[in-house]
Structure formats: C-alpha cells, structure tokens
C-alpha cells in the first residue's frame, strides 16, 4: 500500500495532485498550514473525506520526521512554498519556508528511510535566456533546491524528481503571478470583462495534468538520479489564451498588456517521458474550457464568487 505525504497540499497544485493520487486509489496524508480549504472544497469535493490532513509546518523539523514516521509514508510529493509575491514581500520567511523547508523535507525522508520524492521547482529558475541565472529570489531559491537535491541523492541516495512548471492555469489556481489567465477563466464564466496585465509566449499546463505528473513522479521508487525536467504543455500567446476563453465563452470580454513576463519562451520539455514514460497533456483548448464549464457549475451553487473586476 503507497501513502503518499503531499506538502503544501491545500494549494492548486497539491490538491490537484491529491485528486490524481486519489483517483488512481493511493492513501494521501496531506500537509499544510491551517485555514484555507477552499482549493481542497473546489478540487476534491467529498473525496476530501478520504485525506488524511495534518495541520503544520514544513519549518517543524522534528514534527515532520515525526509526520512521516508516524503516518508510516512511503511516498513524498513536496510543494509547500511561497509563491513569487509572497516571497518578495517577505524574503526572510520566504528563504526559509522555499529553501529551509526543502532540506526538512529531505531530512525527514532520510529519517524514515524513504528513498525518492519528487517537489516542485518553477520555471522561474531561468533566465528569460535559458541560462540558471533566475531574476527572482524565489527563482534562486528553487534552483538551491535543486542543488540541495542533488547532493541528498550524492551523500544518502535519495532520488529525486522535480518539475519546473510554468503557468498552472484551472480550478484552485487563485494566487501568484501567473494566476490572472485562470482569473480571466473565472471573469468570463461570471460574465465579467478581465484584463490579464502580460503577454508574450509561456507554456501553459492544465493543474489536473501537473498533479497527475507530480504523482507519477513521487511514485518512481526505482529511480535512481536526483533529475530535474521541465513539464510539457501547450506553448502559447496571451492572445491564443484569450482565443481559446472565447472559444468557450464567446461574450468573453478580455483583454491583456503586451509586456512578457522575465521567463523563457523555448524550452526542452521532452525528456521528462524519459523518467516516467509517455505523458500526455491536454490541449489547452480543451484546457480551458475544462475550466471555464468548472467555473460556470462553482459560481452557479456558491461555492466560489466572481473575480474582483481589473
Ligand atoms: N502554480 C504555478 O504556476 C507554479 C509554477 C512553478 C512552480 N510552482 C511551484 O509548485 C508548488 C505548488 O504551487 P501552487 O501553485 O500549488 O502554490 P500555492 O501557493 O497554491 O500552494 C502552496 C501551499 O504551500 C503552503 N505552505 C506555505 N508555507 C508552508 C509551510 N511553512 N508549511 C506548510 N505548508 C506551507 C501554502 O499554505 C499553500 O497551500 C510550489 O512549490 C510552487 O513554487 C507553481
């Protein structure tokens, strides 16, 4: 029987890897600070009865060793961080939740003697030239991460996967800087005009396809490097996502700005398939509606409001 920790499990992306966990009948112990379950609500509805959730912080040293031992995990999916805005308005707790945190995690599975996980690193850890010269803190972090990675596998032979995400766009994605074609989603569901303040190319990837991916990869016991990769995902234009909210919603009124965001615009998404065999991803177009239709069903018995207008 796998049981599988996800930490920072109530954002976007852990409860979409919960729901991926779940789905495929895995046992999920989920860790995150108190409060905010609104993401677990809209993404898990009443499976969030089948998750173990233990309210604490990756910082807790002790108390995550003692998580994992108790909860006799076999598994970790580790996403807990702050995100770009949270970081940069708080860089000291952000070094410490984004970087500390991480060697906790890997002391932790060092403890109870697991021996691969996989965690999130971003995009965010190039430069817009491709080169690991990241123009954010929270970028440098995720690239000591994975060098933090690296040696764990070099001094303890702990494996590792991590995924670089780009924009997780779908249900539960209410934060960070590349949240606002999701808000866009939501706007056009309720019927309200949005306007996303960047443009240029980026890689999209649906929140339902990264959990499925960060599931797969906590689950590859017998890998045996500390790896890195980028996810694949639809490469597009501000313009084509707008295309593609009026493809589901044709009253949709959104608008963007044409300034790129400091991040790449080709990048080697294929070997990924490599480490944990074929992956396919929803078109972004079917992405999208995916979410916009999500939106309409959330809005439509309360579970969620309209974005605040921009
Ligand atoms: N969403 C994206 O587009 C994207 C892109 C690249 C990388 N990532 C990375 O993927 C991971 C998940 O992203 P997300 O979009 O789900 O972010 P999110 O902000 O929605 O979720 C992060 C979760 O971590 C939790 N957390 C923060 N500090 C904690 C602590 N000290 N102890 C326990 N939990 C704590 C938060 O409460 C939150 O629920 C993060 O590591 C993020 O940096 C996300």
């Known amino acids: 029987m796998n049981r599988v920790l996800v930490t920072g499990a109530k954002g976007c992306i852990g409860a979409w890897t919960l729901r991926a966990l779940l789905d495929d009948g895995h046992e999920v112990v989920a860790l995150d600070l108190p409060g905010n379950m609104h993401r677990l609500d809209l993404i898990l509805g009443s499976d969030l009865a089948k998750v173990t959730l233990v309210e604490g912080d990756i910082l807790d040293a002790p108390g995550l060793i003692e998580l994992v031992k108790r909860h006799e995990i076999t598994h970790i999916v580790h996403l807990a961080a702050l995100q770009v805005p949270a970081a940069k308005a708080n860089p ?3 070094a410490q939740v984004n970087v500390v945190g991480t060697v906790n995690v890997f002391e932790a599975a060092l403890a109870a003697g697991i021996k691969h996980l996989a965690y999130a690193s971003s995009i965010a850890a190039y430069s817009p030239e491709l080169t690991f010269e990241p123009r954010t803190l929270y970028g440098v972090w995720k690239l000591a991460n994975e060098g933090t990675a690296r040696v764990y596998h070099l001094d303890h032979g702990i494996s590792s996967i991590a995924l670089r995400p780009y924009v997780v766009y779908g249900l539960g994605r209410d934060f960070g800087l590349t949240s606002a074609p999701t808000f866009a989603m939501l706007a056009a569901a309720a019927g ?4 996303i303040p960047f443009g240029g190319v980026m890689l999209y990837h649906s929140g339902r396809d990264i959990g499925r991916l960060f599931a797969r990869a906590a689950l590859q ?6 790896a890195v990769y980028n996810p694949p995902g639809t490469l597009a234009g501000t313009a084509a996502v707008v295309a593609a909210i009026r493809a589901a919603e044709p009253e949709a009124a959104i608008t963007y700005d044409e300034t790129a965001l400091p991040f790449p615009t080709e990048l080697e998404t294929d070997e990924l398939a490599e480490a944990i065999g074929p992956v396919e991803m929803t078109s972004l177009e079917a992405g999208v509606a995916e ?4 939106f309409r069903a959330a809005l439509a018995d309360g579970r969620i409001s309209p974005p605040e207008p921009k």
């Open 192 to 195: 309200q005009p949005y306007h």
């Open 291 to 294: 979410t916009i239709a999500a």
């Open 221 to 226: 016991s017998d890998f045996d490097r500390a």
């Open 92 to 94: 000291t707790l952000g």
